[in-house]
């Protein structure tokens, strides 16, 4: 996975074609607006009602880049909400202060990355595939010949928790905001 690039990630999981580079229809909104990074690292869709993008961390656990990948679905849920404010009727809500308020040109508010918390939202929902994902063996693995590695991986079960541990902070980040 160190080695993969967005666009491998693009033609894999939406089984777009595309090269380095390219500007191509986004898959997510359909607009001719997602451009492709000539390193391959980056996706980023330019249109003003998606904005969606993905990334690639070559450095990462696999768990970590999973990680990112339900943070970037849920900023984009929190953006998208907050978006979606300037249209609703009661004029007291996090759009209006932003652009009425604190005088924030409403282009620069569709483009930062900033959001609302919408209601009743469900991490849980958003969090499964990944902790479904990490396999718990019901066997203990072989014991490995040799030197021990400098830094022990985590077992399946360890991974596991940490995924939960990372949904139940941001659970209690987001109890904590209302």
Same mark, same amino acid.
């Given at each position: 996975?160190?080695?993969?690039?967005?666009?491998?990630?693009?033609?894999?999981?939406?089984?777009?074609?595309?090269?380095?580079?390219?500007?191509?229809?986004?898959?997510?909104?359909?607009?001719?607006?997602?451009? %492709?990074?000539?390193?391959?690292?980056?996706?980023?869709?330019?249109?003003?009602?998606?904005?969606?993008?993905?990334?690639?961390?070559?450095?990462?656990?696999?768990?970590?880049?999973?990680?990112?990948s339900v943070l970037a679905?849920?900023?984009?849920?929190?953006?998208?909400?907050?978006?979606?404010?300037?249209?609703?009727?009661?004029?007291?809500?996090?759009?209006?202060?932003?652009?009425?308020?604190?005088?924030?040109?409403?282009?620069?508010?569709?483009?930062?990355?900033?959001?609302?918390?919408?209601?009743?939202?469900?991490?849980?929902?958003?969090?499964?595939?990944? %902790?479904?994902?990490?396999q718990v063996p019901t066997?203990?693995?072989?014991?490995?010949?040799?030197?021990?590695?400098?830094?022990?991986?985590?077992?399946?079960?360890?991974?596991?928790?940490?995924?939960?541990?990372?949904?139940?902070?941001?659970?209690?980040?987001?109890?904590?905001?209302?």
């Amino acid at each position: 996975m160190a080695n993969t690039g967005v666009s491998q990630i693009l033609r894999e999981q939406y089984h777009v074609e595309v090269q380095p580079g390219a500007k191509i229809t986004c898959p997510f909104c359909h607009h001719h607006t997602l451009g %492709i990074k000539r390193d391959d690292t980056l996706a980023k869709c330019f249109h003003g009602s998606c904005g969606r993008f993905l990334t690639v961390h070559g450095a990462g656990s696999p768990d970590t880049i999973a990680l990112s990948s339900v943070l970037a679905e849920i900023y984009y849920d929190f953006h998208q909400e907050l978006l979606h404010l300037k249209d609703v009727a009661y004029t007291d809500n996090a759009y209006r202060y932003l652009v009425s308020d604190r005088k924030i040109h409403p282009r620069v508010v569709e483009d930062a990355m900033l959001g609302a918390i919408p209601g009743q939202y469900d991490l849980d929902t958003k969090f499964a595939p990944l %902790i479904d994902n990490i396999q718990v063996p019901t066997t203990p693995p072989p014991k490995s010949r040799g030197r021990p590695p400098k830094f022990r991986e985590r077992t399946p079960e360890e991974r596991r928790q940490w995924v939960i541990d990372q949904r139940e902070k941001l659970r209690e980040c987001l109890l904590s905001g209302h």
